[in-house]
């Protein structure tokens, strides 16, 4: 296997087993079709790119049927809201301005430049979200982008003058395809804004749970230079985001159209203090993540014996990872409860624990509630205050295995 980034041969540093989709949410009748790959991580040493060796067909992650709604929360509806008001006016000055935005999904970002009368596109290949943001007023064609999809945009809409991109660009594997495509859709003086979850955070906090198929990169701020400087584009500005358990904002331009802020070299130096560049650091991230599972099998097996129930809080993605790699089954957890209708009454993938509504939840609390939506606790915990004052507890997992009572 070779980096998908800059080609030089890499290998895995270590397994997380068999892995389903994480967001293949399924009914008993496909249990037996169920599609399995092997999660290896891997880091390269030549230009320090974090990816997974196998990854399964894009086409298999991201149809008509997709899960994962952006609008479900609402931390992450004022995110976008505040990232659209700060790019409408520093980017967005000059007369009839372009955005476009890949990934979409149900416009949670693109529809602030939509209600503002922006002109703006946003690609998604996900049919079924895509339609959301259509019947929302936000122009969205669904396919994936690419380098033929974005001259297909520049010939019917010209030049951008500002591309955007949210947690997706993590989950592209053809990824050179897709930067020869926002450069020749770019203004000479455009840019490009992208933010991802961010190495730095996983490796810090132990949340492994950031690895899943759809990840099939986490990004530090060494590889994305490394990674654009083959297209002559610069990082120009770096962000640290709170979203997702941690993510990075980037922006890119032309190397020469704009000034670089400190903040890049400040967060390279701080790659370097914290060792993201060597192999070391990965080996000890694969004990803590080993030690992280003894630690929440033991809890789980712990509380099954005391005849605690326990339920999962959030279907994430993430939780698959967690769930499968861990070794998680129904008498562990009766059952995970989750907002979005679409995975409500289906089994997890893997482990096929019941995916309840939230009723099942608020109705009748749990003893201890596992939250796999932990990068969302702050607006779940806050909600949550009467479950904790009847008794409940929060099995937490990230960065430590911790109960809180
Ligand atoms: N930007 C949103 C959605 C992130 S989920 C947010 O931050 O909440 C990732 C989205 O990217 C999915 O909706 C998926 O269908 C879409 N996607 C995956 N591959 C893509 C590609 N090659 N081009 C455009 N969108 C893609
Ligand atoms: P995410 O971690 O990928 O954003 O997914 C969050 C999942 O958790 C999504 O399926 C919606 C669900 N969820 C709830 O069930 N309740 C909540 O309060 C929140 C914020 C999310
Ligand atoms: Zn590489």
Not at 41 to 66: A, K, L, R, V, W
Not at 138 to 143: A, D, E, G, L
Not at 316 to 331: A, F, H, L, R
Request: with cysteine.
């Amino acid at each position: 296997m070779n980096c998908r980034s800059c080609s030089r041969p890499i290998e895995p540093f270590m397994s997380f087993g068999r892995m389903p989709i994480a967001n293949g949410f399924l009914l008993p009748e496909e249990f037996s079709q169920e599609y399995f790959f092997d999660l290896m991580p891997s880091f390269c040493t030549h230009c320090g790119m974090f990816q997974i060796i196998e990854q399964p067909d894009p086409g298999m992650m991201f149809h008509g049927h997709y899960a994962f709604f952006s609008q479900t929360s609402t931390g992450m509806c004022l995110h976008f809201q505040s990232l659209a008001e700060s790019v409408i006016a520093d980017c967005l000055t000059i007369n009839d301005p372009f955005v476009v935005e890949i990934g979409s999904n149900d416009g949670i970002l693109l529809r602030h430049f939509a209600k503002s009368g922006f002109r703006h596109l946003g690609v998604e290949p996900s049919a079924n979200v895509a339609q959301v943001a259509t019947s929302n007023g936000v122009n969205t064609i669904s396919c994936f982008f690419n380098t033929a999809t974005a001259e297909k945009i520049r010939n019917e809409n010209g030049e951008a003058d500002v591309i955007l991109a949210a947690n997706v660009m993590c989950h592209i594997p053809t990824i050179h395809d897709v930067i020869s495509g926002i450069r020749l859709l770019l203004k000479p003086e455009g840019r490009f804004l992208f933010e991802d979850p961010y190495l730095g955070n996983m490796i810090e906090k132990t949340a492994y749970d950031q690895i899943y198929d759809e990840h099939v990169f986490i990004f530090s701020v060494g590889a994305v230079v490394n990674l654009f400087q083959q297209y002559d584009l610069e990082v120009i500005d770096v962000l640290p985001q709170p979203t997702h358990g941690g993510s990075m904002r980037y922006t890119i331009a032309r190397r020469g159209f704009h000034r670089t802020t400190d903040r890049v070299e400040k967060q390279l130096q701080k790659e370097r203090a914290i060792g993201l560049h060597k192999p070391e650091t990965f080996l000890r991230f694969k004990e803590n993540c080993e030690q992280s599972k003894k630690e929440l099998m033991k809890t789980l097996q712990h509380l099954l014996s005391e005849k605690q129930t326990v339920a999962g809080y959030g279907a994430t993605s993430k939780s698959t990872t967690i769930i499968n790699y861990c070794g998680i089954t129904p008498d562990h957890l009766v059952y995970i409860s989750d907002t979005t209708p679409t995975k409500q009454g289906k089994y997890s993938p893997g482990a096929h624990i019941p995916i309840l509504p939230y009723t099942r939840f608020s109705e009748k609390h749990p003893h201890v509630a596992l939250l796999f939506a932990w990068n969302h606790a702050e607006e779940i915990m806050a909600k949550e205050n009467r479950f904790r004052q009847s008794g409940g507890r929060w099995l937490l997992y990230v960065p430590e295995v911790t109960i809180l009572s």
